[in-house]
């Protein structure tokens, strides 16, 4: 049985990506730790990340909203080198972010859904403005 967390730590989000490309074989490493690590690190909701462009990623960075550190910046440029856009800035269908959580709650003891990378934002947040 999958436990209930509040949030992911980073510890925890690595653990996920380590799972989640270990028995994940139908989407790339870089493609799925883009992903993951958006979602962690800007709180971007199910809806804005089917449809956000890799332009608007860029003009919100640079108007800062979004924070996210070079690594995240060096892991969303590889992922963007490797594969050009075509429906929105991560390829991504409803379907295949459904499919990616449930694989990853399947493989890994995290429930790791949307709304839990959110809550992650938001307490990684708050303990940055302490």
């Known amino acids: 049985m999958n436990s209930i967390i509040p949030y992911l730590s980073e510890r925890e989000l690595k653990k996920v990506i380590a799972t989640a490309i270990t028995y994940i074989t139908t989407m790339s490493y870089d493609k799925m ?16 990340i089917l449809k956000i462009t890799r332009k608007e990623i860029k003009e919100s960075k640079r ?3 979004f924070f996210y550190s ?7 440029n590889q992922y963007f080198r490797s594969e ?4 929105n800035a991560f390829n991504l269908t409803e379907r295949t972010l ?13 429930r790791a859904e949307v709304n839990v ?6 307490v990684n947040k708050e303990r940055r403005n302490q």
């Open 98 to 110: 459904r499919t990616l959580f449930e694989n990853i709650k399947r493989y890994s003891n995290i």
């Open 70 to 76: 070079k690594k995240v910046q060096m892991v969303l």
């Open 33 to 48: 730790t883009a992903i993951l690590y958006f979602f962690y690190y800007t709180g971007i909701d199910k809806q804005a």
């Open 84 to 87: 050009p856009e075509q429906n």
């Open 117 to 122: 990378f959110k809550r992650s934002y938001e």
């Open 63 to 65: 108007q800062n909203k």
